[in-house]
């Protein structure tokens, strides 16, 4: 059984920062891209972020410039350093390994979330 594990969320006012974590229990890890996704009330599941096998790196718009991805394979671990965050960065996090090694790919495993809330 596959786990992906999320920490590192919590509660940060605007303009804040934190950085979440996320450690794999497989190996597959290596051979896959791996991101994060996000999910506000009442919205859908959106990509936050992903990085392929070779880092290469993909962000939605409206986190460019604010937030970093980054992988530690030796850790099987994926990483969102997230800066000048804003009332609309509030959601659950989810971390994902997905199908394949590029930034095409769709997500293949999930992680149980990480609640993030920016407050004013």
């Known amino acids: 059984q596959v786990q992906l594990v999320e920490s590192g969320g919590g509660l940060v006012q605007a303009g804040g920062s934190l950085k979440l974590s996320c450690a794999a229990s497989?190996?597959?890890?290596?051979?896959?891209?791996v991101g994060w996704y996000r999910q506000a009330p009442g919205k859908e599941r959106d990509l936050v972020a992903l990085i392929s096998t070779g880092s290469s790196t993909n962000y939605a718009d409206d986190v460019k410039g604010r937030f970093s991805i980054s992988r530690d394979n030796a850790k099987n671990a994926v990483y969102l350093q997230m800066n000048s965050l804003k009332l609309e960065d509030t959601a659950v996090y989810y971390c994902?390994?997905?199908w394949g090694p590029g930034l095409t790919g769709t997500p293949r495993y999930w992680g149980q979330g990480t609640q993030v809330t920016v407050s004013p």
């Open positions: 994902t390994i997905f």
């Open positions: 497989t190996s597959i890890f290596t051979l896959s891209a």
